[in-house]
């Protein structure tokens, strides 16, 4: 069985603040962790996933294997990054990703 | 491309109506989901779709029935609506695998009120 947990239903912060929203996964296998992201009264979107190793806008993700987390940093937050933030996980060539239950990020001026 | 719509946007209904929320996706995706959003619970799937005339349940499909009669489109109905339906649903289709991974896509969503 796989499983997302986001401990945190509420981060708030003020701008230029670091930000860390916490992932942990249950997973035996290879995961596949995704981080999707939705502003307000929007479509959730795709904002990075592990296996790209990428940077948006200002967001990194690592995977550790060892403590079973893909956290989600950003050095100087930005009041546009305020959203809720869901981390997903597939496992095993799984096409029926898990979603945590979502943190919702909010950056005061 | 339109990517991921919805029909209808909103919509409010009383106590047993029926009704059809239909997703269509114009990126040809094999793989096409239902999910509801509830403030605190995230997002959990009701059904999915693995392909044209296929189906199967997740994790809370108790009140809804789905149908794939063509690729492009999944139907999300229910039958005689309750108010624990009250919720913001959200369809969303994936990429095949390029390389070791994939991206869904989601609609806009759809606010539904059963009264």
């Known amino acids: 069985a796989q499983r997302v947990t986001q401990p945190e239903k509420l981060l708030s912060v003020f701008k230029g603040a670091p930000v860390e929203l916490k992932c942990n996964y249950s997973?035996?296998?290879?995961?596949?962790l995704f981080w999707y992201v939705q502003y307000s009264r929007q479509r959730l979107q795709l904002l990075l996933r592990h296996i790209s190793r990428e940077s948006i806008k200002g967001f990194t993700a690592d995977l550790n294997k060892g403590e079973t987390s893909f956290h989600l940093k950003k050095p100087f937050a930005q009041e546009e990054d305020s959203a809720m933030y869901y981390c997903a996980l597939s496992g095993g060539g799984s096409y029926i990703p898990t979603f945590g239950r979502g943190t919702s990020l909010i950056v005061h001026p | 491309n339109a990517g991921v719509t919805q029909t209808p946007k909103f919509r409010v209904l009383k106590t047993g109506q029926s009704m059809t929320l239909l997703c269509a996706q114009d990126?040809?995706?094999?793989?096409m989901y239902w999910y509801r959003q509830d403030p605190g619970m995230g997002l959990r799937l009701i059904h999915y779709s693995v392909g044209e005339g296929t189906t199967a349940k997740g994790e809370v499909p108790d009140g809804y029935n789905v149908s794939r009669l063509k690729k492009q489109n999944f139907l999300l109905g229910l039958e005689s609506a309750a108010p624990s339906q009250t919720s913001v649903y959200f369809c969303?289709?994936?990429?095949?695998?390029?390389?070791?991974?994939?991206?869904?896509?989601f609609g806009p969503g759809t606010r539904l009120t059963v009264t």
């Open positions: 969303a289709s994936r990429t095949p695998r390029t390389g070791t991974s994939y991206e869904q896509y």
């Open positions: 990126m040809n995706h094999e793989y």
């Open positions: 997973y035996s296998g290879s995961p596949e």
